[in-house]
């Protein structure tokens, strides 16, 4: 989020509306260590672009989570020792390579995974984008050290020459301490002490032999004996030790110097994978408190719909009271821009002050809130809040005058763009004093046209608000009949302070209650009562107008599932009747290539008259089984279009041109029928084509002419028409048929002949005489 378009807002008011701990239960969530203080340090932006990217990127993220899985985390640890590398403090360590590496390789995958979606979450994609893969370092990285942190032999030719040479050396000095330790005697043997290898022996035995005695055993009676003889040896392997650590040194360096020639590319791989850890810790921390993106407001109103505090939340889900929590519904509309709220003690007040401030600092931080959809923001720029007590004996400010010095620096720089939160106006001062700056400070933010929400227990300052244009009244409900707040927010309404009440609830000694209520005065007793009656109307209305609320959601509800179903059945009625349409075409099909087979088996046997007689009743035959009539459904919903019959049997049909309650009107041969739905039969829907790709004439009529002039046609049509013309004149009797081809270049005669020539039904070929056509026709006699 952009950091010049910030919010004005003061240290107290950060505290006392507790968005620090907000942020740190935001921030718990993190993978990353490196990601937590990136929450904890958010800033708040004026900026509704800033604003709607970072909810859009949470957004994407929780959908993310959901549909696909949740995102491979990167490790970051690995940022200190790459800066130290950086600053040429040291290279970097085997395990901080292999650090490096497993952070890529996490890199790699996330790039890899997200670039997959990148059309259904654009804002994470690119975040993602922002990653350069460095694959071939980690490839140089695992070809250099294994997963156990060692530096492999083939990290380099000469790690592996110098490993072989430890390799045998090691051989050679066990087995010359071995030889020693034998020669030594009894009690005696081979081991090490630090990285020598030398003999455990007597220290009788020892004085005998040439020698460096290292130290003796804890018995006292032993050396750790070095022989002349494994001195050398030892030296030796001491040396290509050293060897091998300045050559692994020297792979490191290399190693380092590469990670340090890309720390760039590789921080900005981990500050994109840092800031995806943040965005999933605001994705969970979001599903957790059921927060929403809510919108922004087009008129300056501040809306809220079933608002929750996240910290009186996770205190009363600790506790296993997450139901009892009454969730907040306020509007500061536009022409009413200053609330007083007032009512009991302990009766939510301070709550919704706090749960007011702290979304809206949510929201302008770019985090989800805990609310309902259709709540709305404004964009303030300046947020002041004066809630809680900040008496100081260092500065010698009372209560009350540090009271005024928030509610003055409120006065002098309130503008339209901000929010007042002030918890008690005018209080710890004589009342009638504390009252009067209260409205004089009201009036003048309400002039300012700041959005203003105060509690106040000031009958004074009641009547003030209920007297002036702009100031609404509000009050937390309370219930007699129980003695107890409700913890709901009523809108046009002052409430009663109930401090008697309260102190009769708590116990308070009787006689001093009693008292009380004598001096309080018998015209302010029976406002209280009165104030108390229509708080209780107030609240029955309310409640009746929430019941007739749900009463409407489940009614809409109800519509909706009968919509569904509908919609269901009309799936239903177009998948029975696409089912109907591919068995008619494969039973129109399979007549098909049955027809097909009996024309060609005609064909084929030379039959005579009685056998194409009996092969043309055969077709009849089965046209009248694909043609035979389905018994008719009743109808279960009818539509305009609808193609309907009036008996199960089928018969008469007719199309629906108009529906009315449970009548439709029917059109059948141009004429109009009315009849009640449930007596109508489904043919299978709206009128329908034949099924595509079926077709064929199976209609032999008896010639009209047996003579068939093909002239002018290419070879190919003519044959088809022959062939064709043929089969007419079999199944109609004809015995003789007359082709007029023509002569031209003789292309149509001779295909014409050459196919007759081998056609079973065809007994003589011959040239038409002068009178017939000559050699321009063909007369065909059939058998």
Do not use: M, Q
């Given at each position: 989020m952009s950091q010049s378009n910030h919010v004005s807002l003061s240290d107290?008011?950060?505290?006392?509306?507790e968005l620090p701990a907000v942020l740190e239960v935001v921030a718990s969530h993190c993978i990353n260590e490196g990601a937590g203080p990136a929450i904890r340090a958010s800033r708040l932006s004026t900026d509704p672009h800033d604003i709607e990217e970072a909810l859009g990127e949470i957004d994407e993220m929780r959908r993310y989570r959901a549909v696909v899985s949740d995102i491979p985390v990167a490790d970051t640890s690995c940022r200190r020792s790459i800066d130290r590398a950086v600053e040429r403090v040291e290279p970097l360590a085997e395990v901080d390579l292999l650090e490096v590496a497993a952070a890529e390789r996490n890199g790699r995958s996330l790039h890899r995974t997200f670039r997959k979606t990148a059309e259904e979450y654009p804002l994470l994609d690119r975040i993602v984008s922002r990653i350069v893969p460095q694959g071939d370092l980690v490839e140089q990285i695992d070809a250099a050290i294994d997963s156990e942190g060692r530096v492999r032999d083939s990290a380099s030719p000469k790690l592996q020459e110098v490993r072989k040479n430890i390799a045998k050396a090691k051989d050679r000095i066990r087995n010359e301490a071995d030889r020693l330790a034998k020669r030594i005697g009894k009690n005696a043997y081979a081991t090490l002490l630090g990285a020598r290898h030398v003999v455990l022996a007597p220290k009788e035995a020892c004085r005998r032999r040439d020698g460096i005695a290292h130290s003796t055993s804890h018995s006292k009676e032993s050396l750790y004996f070095e022989p002349f003889s494994l001195v050398e040896l030892n030296n030796s392997l001491e040396a290509l030790v050293n060897d091998e650590i300045a050559e692994i040194a020297r792979v490191l360096r290399e190693l380092s110097a590469e990670v340090v020639r890309r720390s760039d590319l590789l921080t900005a791989n981990l500050d994109a994978f840092e800031n995806l850890d943040a965005l999933r810790a605001k994705a969970i921390f979001s599903g957790s408190f059921d927060c929403i993106t809510p919108g922004f407001s087009s008129d300056g109103a501040l809306r809220l719909n079933a608002a929750r505090h996240p910290l009186l939340v996770l205190s009363f889900r600790g506790a296993g009271r997450e139901n009892e929590i009454v969730p907040l519904d306020l509007e500061l509309p536009r022409d009413e821009r200053v609330m007083v709220i007032t009512g009991p003690n302990a009766g939510g007040k301070t709550v919704t002050l706090k749960t007011v401030g702290l979304l809206s600092l949510m929201f302008q931080c770019g985090l989800q809130v805990p609310c309902a959809q259709g709540s709305e923001f404004p964009v303030f720029k300046y947020i002041f809040a004066d809630i809680g007590d900040e008496q100081s004996i260092e500065s010698s400010l009372s209560t009350f005058t540090s009271h005024l010095r928030h509610l003055d620096t409120m006065c002098r720089h309130a503008e339209e763009s901000t929010l007042c939160l002030i918890d008690e106006i005018?209080?710890?001062?004589?009342?009638?004093?504390?009252?009067?700056l209260a409205n004089a400070a009201l009036e003048k933010l309400l002039r300012k046209s700041a959005a203003v929400i105060a509690t106040t227990h000031y009958g004074k300052v009641k009547i003030f608000a209920l007297q002036t244009p702009g100031i609404l009244n509000a009050s937390m409900a309370f219930a007699d009949d129980q003695n107890r707040p409700l913890f709901r927010l009523l809108r046009g309404l002052a409430g009663r302070s109930r401090g008697i009440d309260t102190?009769?609830?708590c116990g308070f000694d009787p006689e001093v209650v009693k008292r009380a209520e004598h001096y309080l005065g018998e015209e302010a007793f029976r406002l209280e009562r009165l104030l108390s009656e229509l708080e209780s109307s107030h609240i029955a209305v309310e409640d009746e107008r929430e019941a007739l609320a749900k009463q409407s959601e489940s009614l809409q509800r109800v519509i909706e599932r009968y919509t569904e179903k509908e919609k269901e059945l009309d799936s239903t009625r177009a998948a029975q009747r696409e089912k109907a349409?591919?068995?008619?075409?494969?039973?129109?099909?399979?007549?098909?290539?049955?027809?097909?087979?009996?024309?060609?088996?005609?064909r084929e046997s030379g039959a005579r008259k009685e056998r194409i007689r009996e092969g043309h009743q055969r077709i009849r035959t089965l046209l009248r089984e694909v043609s035979k009539e389905k018994k008719a459904r009743r109808v279960v919903s009818v539509s305009v279009g609808d193609r309907v019959c009036l008996n199960p049997t089928g018969k008469p049909e007719g199309t629906v041109i108009e529906i009315h309650n449970d009548s439709a009107t029917v059109e059948i041969d141009g004429k109009r029928i009315k009849i009640k739905k449930e007596n109508l039969y489904e043919l299978g829907g709206e009128a329908e084509s034949a099924p595509p790709g079926v077709s064929w004439d199976v209609q032999f009529e008896p010639l009209e002419t047996s003579v068939l002039d093909v002239r002018g046609m290419e070879s190919e049509g003519a044959l088809e028409s022959v062939d064709r013309f043929i089969d007419r004149a079999v199944l109609s009797g004809v015995h003789e048929v007359t082709i007029i081809h023509g002569v031209g270049e003789g292309i149509l005669l001779n295909a014409i002949?050459?196919?007759l020539s081998n056609d079973s039904r065809v007994k003589v070929v011959r040239g038409g005489t002068f009178a017939e056509g000559g050699s321009g026709v063909s007369i065909i006699r059939l058998n």
């Open positions: 107290h008011a950060i505290e006392s509306l005018g209080d710890g001062t004589d009342p009638d004093e504390g009252a009067s102190a009769r609830r349409r591919v068995e008619a075409r494969e039973i129109l099909l399979n007549a098909r290539r049955e027809i097909e087979r009996i024309v060609k088996e005609i002949r050459s196919l």
